[in-house]
């Protein structure tokens, strides 16, 4: 834990050394003085344990964290419990033995952390939960973009590009994520007086987007007018829309997801994905590096007033504001804030042009 150490050394200033004429080398000592060197402050120490790196999200996170702590002169010791809740819980624990100041947590399964992150505060760390909410787990911070208007906005968007009465899919990520909670509680909120009605939900665990195919034809096959599809994430909206192209529906079906992913971005300008709600992840990674310095030096964090009950306790929060991407936005919210590049968002298509000049 940083603290600063002080060194005391004696320096023996040696005087005059002088020869005399029977050849014995004597010494004259000057009184000795005691200087205080003081050893620089030692680098607060950040564990950050990560759910999985299977989504391109949580790299750009990781590196916008371990950026933004160095610069404020932390050192942060990452972990990656690819999507293991009891390989995530041995590295928590091996952070808490490395006595780390502060401990941030994208949690594998938001149930199952409660305790080794209340043994990560029985140990004097300060703990954050990123991105999800810990359950009773009282963490001293949680940061995260705001979820229920992550749903809002993907049901105002169906609403406006869907027939009235018409009925929709929901494929979400898993259950243990809390934050597929409260985006489907913003999301029913806003569709339950709109006339549209939810005629197919599925999961899919530890948000293998793979498993939206299987969903994805079950829910066809028994409701084949589906109108519009609530996707978790872009992943599973990739996958939807793979599935949909294989009966050439795709694009013809609005199709929402959530994370700005660049294939998600390449899929709104080819015209396969109706609108994915964008969250600049480097924002909330800065934002919880700058916190968890604050916290390792004993400052208080101001959330604004801001909480979330975890189930046990009312946890500080802070709420990042996420926006929906459609087409008509696209430029202006994901390109010219230097998110990604044109050359990157459009490739596909100025490959299509390139092909189509050729013909």
């Known amino acids: 834990m940083a603290l600063k150490r002080k060194i005391y050394t004696t320096v023996l200033l040696a005087a005059g050394l002088f020869l005399t004429g029977c050849g014995v080398v004597e010494t004259e000592p000057e009184e000795n003085t005691e200087t205080e060197v003081q050893e620089e402050e030692s680098a607060i120490s950040i564990g950050f344990s990560f759910d999985t790196f299977v989504l391109d999200r949580w790299l750009r996170d990781r590196d916008a964290f371990v950026a933004?702590?160095?610069?404020?002169?932390?050192?942060?010791?990452?972990?990656?419990?690819?999507?293991?809740?009891?390989?995530?819980?041995?590295?928590?624990?091996?952070?808490?033995?490395?006595?780390?100041?502060?401990?941030?947590?994208v949690a594998t399964d938001c149930e199952a952390?409660?305790?080794?992150?209340?043994?990560?505060k029985d140990a004097g760390i300060r703990t954050i939960s990123y991105d999800r909410l810990i359950h009773n787990a009282d963490t001293d911070l949680y940061i995260s973009f705001d979820n229920e208007r992550v749903g809002e906005l993907m049901a105002e968007t169906l609403i406006e590009e869907v027939p009235e009465n018409s009925e929709i899919f929901m494929i979400q990520g898993p259950e243990a994520d809390n934050n597929v909670q409260l985006v489907r509680k913003g999301f029913e909120r806003v569709i339950e007086d709109s006339g549209l009605k939810v005629v197919y939900t599925a999961n899919c665990e530890g948000w293998l987007a793979e498993l939206a195919v299987e969903s994805l034809n079950e829910g066809l096959e028994e409701y084949p007018k589906v109108a519009g599809i609530m996707c978790g994430n872009d992943g599973i909206a990739g996958q939807v829309i793979n599935t949909l192209a294989e009966t050439r529906r795709a694009g013809s079906i609005p199709?929402?997801?959530?994370?700005?992913?660049?294939?998600?971005?390449?899929r709104i300008v080819e015209g396969t994905q109706y609108m994915t709600v964008f969250k600049q992840m480097e924002k909330e990674a800065e934002a919880a590096?700058?916190?968890?310095?604050?916290?390792?030096?004993?400052?208080e964090i101001d959330s604004g007033g801001v909480t979330m009950n975890d189930g046990s306790y009312d946890v500080p929060a802070y709420l990042l504001e996420p926006v929906a991407?459609?087409?008509?936005?696209?430029?202006?919210?994901?390109i010219d804030s230097g998110f990604y590049s044109r050359e990157d968002v459009y490739l596909n298509v100025q490959q299509e042009e390139s092909v189509s000049a050729i013909e």
């Open 255 to 266: 199709v929402v997801g959530q994370d700005g992913d660049l294939a998600a971005c390449q």
């Open 325 to 334: 991407v459609t087409e008509d936005n696209l430029d202006e919210v994901v």
């Open 68 to 105: 933004t702590a160095e610069e404020l002169g932390a050192e942060t010791n990452v972990q990656n419990a690819n999507g293991d809740v009891e390989e995530q819980i041995e590295q928590i624990r091996y952070l808490i033995r490395k006595q780390v100041d502060v401990l941030v947590v």
């Open 289 to 299: 590096a700058e916190f968890a310095v604050k916290l390792a030096k004993g400052e």
């Open 113 to 120: 952390l409660s305790d080794v992150m209340t043994e990560a």
